[in-house]
């Protein structure tokens, strides 16, 4: 499905815009109190707003996704990140439904970012960027959202990061959206997912080419140190059946003889995985997301429910119980919560053997769920 | 969409505006029908993947776990209404499961067919287990774990105290029978409780 822009079910080209959210003169003030401007926003969109625009679905990306989520670009060898949901046909049938992806704020894929220019120096902002949370990444979608002039979005839908984004986006600001899709996400990283976290960060900041984060003006990146923080994150994000299923003890086929070099199959995988990585990420968007990550824990301020109890929110929250980046009993916890707040809360553990990236899969039993929830929630605002 | 009786009789014990959580809602259609009919709100559990999917599709929040060892979930006094419908006879734990259901909710509607009727007592006689419209299955291909009569089962409502407010025995058709006091366990083919604890 979708593996050529000419199948039926394929969106064919799409092209990605770019919109001035904020400006110098209008900042974003930032959760932290520091002011952010300006802040341009790359985005796609896929199929048609309805009559009374009421069918836009928005979709939050992970840690290092783009605005690229379906279709083709004209030098694609693969269709975007989420081309498999998203589409004629397909559980967000771009025939009825208006999908918009947006590249996060903070990110490295044309939305502003500490590798942008800081317009007051002309050069890169470097270290001097704000940090963020994942309230900022909202308070720029909703912006893109204004821009978009949509009064209200049928569904806020992503997984991980993504999904930590849709959370927020409902807890703070329920009256504008009316469901939230929260997959393999969590409300409250644990110190082995932080861990994770600060070994690949100290592997970028560590690489002297890093240069205290001034790569840019040195015309270096911090390549190797990127590529090892993909690599280990990679690990993570599928599980040990998967990996074996994919490579059990396979020698790598250029290797004869033992040593330290690239040895077996998944030791190949890795290394192609870290190579193409540094072509396409920035070594500090993925130090100020992965951050954004650690910090995120909205229900460590119980009045954070007040705003859905006075405005309830349908939630769907998804889990893959081979997950162990962010298992089920992340979740779980999250629907736990919203259950508290006595939100209207669909939660599924699915049953998958890819682990983390499991979300990004064509599973039968997840489209399911995801192509009833959409149908669903359209015929409540259609009817 | 009209309810199949029994559900429709379950629909018409719950008050209007209630908060409900239905234990083995199937595909949500006492649920659905809450929501669109009474101004309730509620949520259903289900573990059979076909079925969860069903309800999402009519709209109700369906929450995918395990009655005999999950509901730990639910907070304490978080419902008004917890229903177990034609359910209890499937799991491992029922008295576990009712006091839970006393735990979470204040009023408990449970349904549940009954082993001791008459007709079932005469094929046991004969030598052959019980089926019926209400025990429709073969004893090797059976949901069914827990085989209890209305004696029996509401010896365990008062053993954990939970008061029996209200009971409609159902006749081999579904109907309401207006059979009263020990004649329901040999009349009644099911019966429908209302409780409280």
Known sequence: ?383 | MSLRPELALLAGLIPSGSRVLDLGCGSGSLLADLIANSDCRGTGVEIDPAAVVAAISTGVPVVELDIDTELDYFADNSYDVVVLSRTIQTIRRPREVLQEMARIGDQLIVSVPNFGLLRNRLRLLRGRMPMSRDLPYSWYDTPNLRFTTLADLEQLFAEIGLNTEQRIVLNPSGRPAHTRGHLANLMGSAAVYVLRA
Not at chain 1, 86 to 92: D, E, M, Q, S, T
Not at chain 1, 150 to 179: C, F, H, K, N
Not at chain 1, 196 to 223: E, K
Not at chain 1, 332 to 339: F, H, T
């Open chain 1, 1 to 383: 499905m979708g593996a050529d822009p000419l199948e039926p079910d394929s969106l064919g080209q799409v092209e990605t815009q770019t919109a001035r959210i904020f400006t110098t003169d209008a900042p974003l003030t930032l959760a932290s109190g520091a002011n952010l401007g300006p802040i341009d926003v790359a985005y796609e969109t896929y199929g048609s707003l309805n009559a009374d625009r009421s069918n836009a679905v928005f979709i939050c990306h992970a840690l290092t996704g783009d605005a690229h989520a379906a279709g083709w670009h004209p030098a694609d060898k693969r269709a975007g990140w989420w081309d498999n949901l998203i589409g004629p046909g397909k559980p967000l049938d771009t025939n009825r439904f208006y999908v918009i992806c947006a590249n996060i704020l903070g990110g490295c894929l044309g939305t502003t970012g500490p590798s942008s220019i800081d317009p007051a120096t002309g050069i890169s902002y470097g270290l001097s960027f704000p940090l963020l949370t994942v309230a900022d990444l909202v308070e720029v979608h909703r912006g893109l959202v204004r821009h978009l002039e949509i009064p209200r979005l049928l569904a806020v839908l992503g997984g991980s990061l993504g999904g930590m984004q849709a959370l927020d986006w409902a807890l703070r600001y329920p009256s504008e959206l009316a469901t939230a899709v929260v997959i393999a996400a969590s409300s409250r990283l644990t110190a082995q997912n932080i861990a994770f976290s600060a070994v690949a960060r100290r592997a970028i900041m560590d690489d002297p080419d890093f240069a205290d984060g001034n790569y840019a003006a040195n015309q270096t990146t911090p390549d190797i140190g990127l590529a090892i923080a993909r690599m280990m994150a990679h690990i993570t994000y599928l599980s040990e059946d998967a990996l074996t299923e994919k490579f059990g003890r396979d020698p790598h086929p250029a290797s004869d003889t033992p040593g330290f070099g690239i040895d077996f199959a998944v030791e190949s995988y890795l290394d192609h995985q870290g190579h193409v990585f540094t072509e396409r990420f920035d070594a500090l968007s993925y130090l100020y997301l992965s951050r954004v990550m650690d910090y995120f824990d909205p229900f460590a301020d119980p009045s954070v429910l007040d705003a859905v109890r006075a405005n309830p929110v349908k939630f769907l929250v998804m889990s893959f119980d081979t997950d162990w980046r962010f298992s089920t009993e992340h979740s779980r916890r999250i629907a736990n919560q919203l259950e508290r707040a006595e939100q209207p809360v669909t939660f599924r553990e699915i049953t998958s053997p890819w682990g983390h990236d499991s979300f990004l899969l064509p599973l039968p039993s997840y489209h399911d769920t995801l192509r009833a929830y959409f149908d669903r929630a359209l015929s409540e605002v259609t009817r």
